[in-house]
Structures are given as structure tokens and as C-alpha cells.
């Protein structure tokens, strides 16, 4: 084991020597230029507005400028073809050698801005620039910096969205990528011990990959895969996998929306269950305060296996519950060869929930049943399709283009990380499509469970928590509702939990807390059952996502939780944060 982890501690200190240097970045910050910036274009507002394209003149080593554009925001590649309808508001940056702008090349970019609305230039190279007035009159925002290096390249993507922030103690407007030390964190304190426990948990088989991302001070300074998507090694864990995020689809799909129409006055905490649902209005959960159950302190039952029910005592299915083929009657998709019948929900789902008991006496108790309501809520307080809401309201506000449910609609199974192997339900290995049994029976759209991420886009979600709402320059979320969701409703009853977030255990026990023991108090987040994690933390300025699929191939497998992963590397974290 000490061969092993001097090891890691060598490949640790590798890595951190080839990065670029905290101090060679600080630099390049100062050396950036902003020659002009028409109507305050930069940092880029409103990106669900836009329709983005990218092209190079002439510029070598350009791939870090590109894998930076695109942690904001997918970007086409603008083929040049004249006549192409292309949508309004369109904007277009290039990336050009000041050494090579010449008649030709301004000749060359004349005929691409026939096609854009707005024009970003990013002029890089050593010598002193000459940029000819046609181009700095055509060009909405120029960015200048005297080399072509990666910190360059980076940094003047980071500028365009706002990823850099020059003002002291000032967060900037979205996430930025630096370093470690420009925000007082130590690099190897950092990397060798995550380092250490992730190989403890791939030699224990706990998880046959991971990922874990930091960010601090609004910069993400860590960000590593470990391991492979499966334990016979044949596709290694890369930055943009997507994965089933399980139970934090709580925090990350219904809740934001229940916030948006909290602070819009639109749902009211203290309102009951029977002022929102009318088919509930006869049950034992009319007169239940949404307060109360969002803090999982209603009372209500911790779950219901929905689909034991679906199966006669011979393990067939029963009848009018699944067909092998997609009709009218059976429209809703749970795998390739099997829908459910249309009314299911109601007659068997809804029921169940209705029907389930209600202690008279209720303290702590975490229930997942509420969340198979908000999106019938949320649509009928908006009178939009769920997804569509969510879509359009947040997601898209904040660039989280691969935050979707049902991510084997929109994403190569390539980059979507296989969950389990199903041998009890849906006879299959689960891959792109959710794990949780009730949200596949909602046709993968619940409350509880069924958003797919990559773990960038999850980051953005934090922070837009961390920042009480605000991304960009847009305030997506009212602060006031972000406050309340994330603030310990019922501590003095013994219940650690905010409004559907998780919080710190009110009194830290080694072995038995979830977080770090360093966490504090006004910190928040949410697990996930298929080994994922996000907590925030505003007092340390902190996010700490992990993500596993410790459930490939059975969820029998708990050594994620007996090896305590998660909460070491939290821990290791803050160990990490320069006194």
C-alpha cells in the first residue's frame, strides 16, 4: 500500500509541474487588454439569447480557447457556406496571430461577418499589434494579449463570459478555471490526498471510476477522472461524461422551480398540499404544510416500490401495466420493450401516494414521495411542460446544456456512465436511461430522481446557489427564496434539513456525517444513490462534487459508503485552504 500511494503522490506531483504556473497565470491576467467593448458587450449576458460560432485565423495551439468556450456553452463550428439561413442575434468570435492579420485575412473575415449580428475579436501574438481600423470598427469587442500560450487562451475565454472577476473580493459573474493557488488552496494538498482515497476506492472496487471537481472563490481549481466506466477498462472516465445524478435531481429540478414561484408569490411554504392538488384535497395530505415535507418533517412514508406491484407471483407482469410495443394505451417509454399503460400513474402511482399513511406524531424522516408531485405542480402554476420550464427558466439561462432527463435522447451512450444491471425489474443494464424505478415508470421525468449531468454544468448549478440565485448578469433565482430553501428549518427539533436540501449533522459524529467535519453549518447539497455528491458551502466560499457510478453493476456494492469516500475528500479539501 506505501508503494501504491508514493505512486500516486509522484503522479500527483507530475501533474501539478505541468500545469501552468499560479504565478505565470496571475501574470497573463494583468497582461490581457480589453481594446474595446461596445455597449459593455463583454462578459456576455442573456447566452440563451444568442446563437454562438467560432472560427480561427491562423492561429496555432488554439485547442485551449476552444475547450474553454465550450465549459460555457456549446459551440457550432460556422462552416463557410454563403446562404446558410442562420438565426438572428448571432454572434461570432474569432481567434486571429496579430503577426497574420493582413489584406488578405481581413479580406477573408469581411465575407464571415456578412453572416453575424455581433463580432467578438481575440487578437493574440508577440508583437506589437496593429489592428486596421476596418476591423476595430466592424468589431464589437476586441481582447488583445501579447502570446498565443494556453493561460492566454484561456483567460481571454474566460474574460468573454465572465469567468474573471479583476476586482478585489469580488466573485466573478460565472464560473472561471484557475489554478489552485490564486485562491489561497495549497495544489498538492489538494491532489495527492484526493488522489490517495479515489485509488483506495478503485483497488477496493467501490466504484469503477469517478470525478471530482472543486471550485473555489467562483474558480474551478481541481477537475480529474479516475478509473473507467466499467470494470473491464475498455472506456476511460473523461471530463464531459454524463451521469445519473439520482436524488440530486431533487435539488437540481423541482427545487430551483419551487424557488422561481416562491419568490414570485406563486407557491407559499406554509400553503397546504390540498391548495395545490385538488385530487388531494380527500386525503390524509390536504392539510400538510409544504414546509413541513420539503424539510421531511410531515411525517409522510419513506417510499413506495412502485413497481413490485406491476408483477403477479410468477414474476410476470399483470395485466393492463406494460406492453412490449409503444401504442396510444401504452405510451410511456421505460426500456426499448417496454411502455407502460397510460393510466398506471394515476390509478396505481397517485393512489399509493394518497392512500400511504401519515405518522400523527411526526419528526425526522426522509420521504421522496412529495417529489412525484412538483412537476404536475410546477406545470400547472406555469402552464408549461415541466422539462420545457426548466429548460428554458434556468438550464439554459446558465449554459447547462447537458442537465436533461432521459440523456440517452440528446447524448451518445459513448458519453453517458452505465448505472446497473437491472436483473429484478427491467431485466437489463441501465444505461442512459434512469435508475430509479419509480422515475422510470414516470417515463424518466419525476421529481425524485431522472436528471443526467456532466459535472461542469452540475458546477454551474451550484454556484448559481452559491450566488442566491444570480449567474451572469442575470438574477435567475429570487435570493430571498434561495436563503429560505438552503436556511436548517427545524434544528431545534433535532432535523438537520433545509427545504429539500441536505445540511451538516447538527452534531458531528466521525463515521457516521456525510459531509466534511470542517463543513459549516450554513452549508448545503444532496447525495445520490448511484454515488454522486454536491455540497456548497458559502461561509468557505466552496463546491465540492463527486461523482461514481458505485452502483455498476449492482447496488449490493456499498463500499462507496464503508470506505467513507466522499466525506474524506471533503474533508481533504478544506485541509487544503491556506491559513
Known amino acids: 500500500m506505501k508503494r501504491i500511494l508514493l505512486f500516486i503522490y509522484l503522479i500527483a506531483s507530475f501533474c501539478l509541474k505541468a500545469q501552468e504556473s499560479p504565478h505565470s497565470f496571475q501574470l497573463a491576467e494583468k497582461q ?19 446563437t454562438f460560432y467560432y472560427h480561427n485565423f491562423n492561429l496555432t495551439n488554439n485547442n485551449e480557447f476552444v475547450e474553454k468556450i465550450q465549459q460555457y456553452i456549446p459551440f457550432g463550428l460556422w462552416e463557410k457556406t454563403k446562404g446558410n439561413n442562420f438565426s438572428n442575434n448571432r454572434i461570432l468570435v474569432c481567434t486571429i496571430a496579430a503577426q497574420n492579420i493582413n489584406t488578405s485575412t481581413i479580406n477573408e ?26 476591423l476595430l470598427q466592424r468589431a464589437d469587442a476586441v481582447l488583445y494579449y501579447p502570446s498565443a500560450k494556453a493561460n492566454a487562451q484561456s483567460i481571454l475565454a474566460q474574460i468573454i463570459f465572465g469567468g474573471r472577476s479583476f476586482q478585489k473580493d469580488v466573485l466573478p459573474l460565472r464560473l472561471g478555471y484557475a489554478p489552485p493557488q490564486t485562491v489561497g488552496m495549497d495544489s498538492l494538498k489538494l491532489a495527492y490526498p484526493i488522489s490517495a482515497i479515489i485509488q483506495e476506492g478503485l483497488i477496493e472496487e ?11 472563490d467562483g474558480q474551478v481549481v481541481f477537475h480529474e477522472t479516475y478509473g473507467y466506466h466499467t470494470y473491464d477498462k475498455k472506456r476511460k472516465v473523461q471530463k464531459n461524461d454524463i451521469y445519473d445524478l439520482a436524488s440530486i ?14 419568490g414570485e408569490g406563486k407557491f407559499g411554504l406554509d400553503d397546504t398540499v390540498g391548495q395545490y392538488l385538488l385530487k388531494a384535497q380527500k ?21 413506495i416500490p412502485f413497481w413490485k406491484e406491476t408483477l403477479k407471483s410468477d414474476g410476470k407482469f399483470k395485466r393492463r401495466t406494460f406492453k412490449p410495443l409503444q401504442s396510444n394505451r401504452y405510451p410511456i417509454y ?5 411502455f407502460l399503460h397510460k393510466s398506471y400513474k394515476k390509478r396505481k402511482i397517485d393512489k399509493a401516494i394518497l392512500a400511504s399513511p401519515v405518522d400523527k406524531n411526526p419528526s425526522y424522516r426522509y420521504s421522496g414521495l412529495s417529489f412525484y408531485w412538483y412537476p404536475e405542480i410546477i406545470e400547472n402554476l406555469t402552464n408549461q411542460d415541466y422539462e420545457t420550464y426548466l429548460r428554458e427558466n434556468i438550464y439554459r439561462k446558465i449554459g447547462a446544456y447537458t442537465l436533461n432527463y432521459n440523456s440517452f435522447l440528446y447524448h451518445n451512450l459513448d458519453q453517458i456512465v452505465p448505472t446497473e444491471r437491472d436483473t429484478f425489474f427491467r431485466m437489463q443494464q441501465l444505461h442512459g436511461t434512469v435508475h430509479d424505478e419509480g422515475a422510470a415508470m414516470m417515463g424518466g421525468i419525476s421529481g425524485n430522481a431522472g436528471l443526467f449531468s456532466n459535472i461542469n454544468d452540475l458546477a454551474k448549478m451550484a454556484y448559481l446557489y452559491q450566488q442566491k440565485g444570480k449567474y451572469g448578469k442575470e ?9 429560505e430553501f438552503t436556511q436548517c428549518q427545524f434544528c ?22 456525510h459531509t466534511a467535519k470542517d463543513a459549516s453549518p450554513n452549508s448545503y447539497g444532496h447525495s445520490g444513490y448511484t454515488g454522486t455528491f454536491v455540497w456548497i458551502d458559502p461561509d468557505a466560499s466552496l463546491i465540492y462534487i463527486f461523482f461514481s457510478n458505485r452502483v455498476f453493476p449492482t447496488r449490493d456494492n456499498r463500499k462507496l459508503y464503508e470506505l467513507d469516500i466522499r466525506p474524506r475528500i471533503h474533508q481533504a479539501i478544506y485541509n487544503a485552504i491556506i491559513k
Open 32 to 50: 490581457a487588454r480589453t481594446i474595446k467593448n461596445e455597449g459593455n458587450l463583454l462578459p456576455l449576458a442573456n447566452l440563451d439569447q444568442y
Open 109 to 134: 473575415m469581411l465575407q464571415w461577418l456578412t453572416y453575424t449580428d455581433r463580432l467578438i475579436l481575440c487578437v493574440m501574438g508577440k508583437q506589437e499589434i496593429i489592428i486596421p481600423d476596418l
Open 492 to 513: 431545534e427539533e433535532g432535523n438537520r434539513r433545509g427545504l429539500g436540501f441536505d445540511k451538516p449533522l447538527i452534531d458531528y459524529v466521525a463515521g457516521k456525517a
Open 283 to 303: 386525503s390524509n395530505k390536504a392539510d400538510l404544510k409544504w414546509r413541513d415535507i420539503l424539510a421531511h418533517q410531515a411525517g409522510l412514508k419513506a417510499w
Open 334 to 338: 421505460v426500456t426499448d420493450n417496454l
Open 206 to 216: 467501490a466504484f469503477p471510476g469517478a470525478q471530482v471537481l472543486v471550485v473555489k
Open 249 to 262: 435531481t431533487k435539488i437540481m429540478g423541482p427545487l430551483p422551480a419551487l424557488m422561481k414561484l416562491h
Open 475 to 483: 438574477q435567475i433565482l429570487p435570493a430571498k427564496s434561495v436563503e
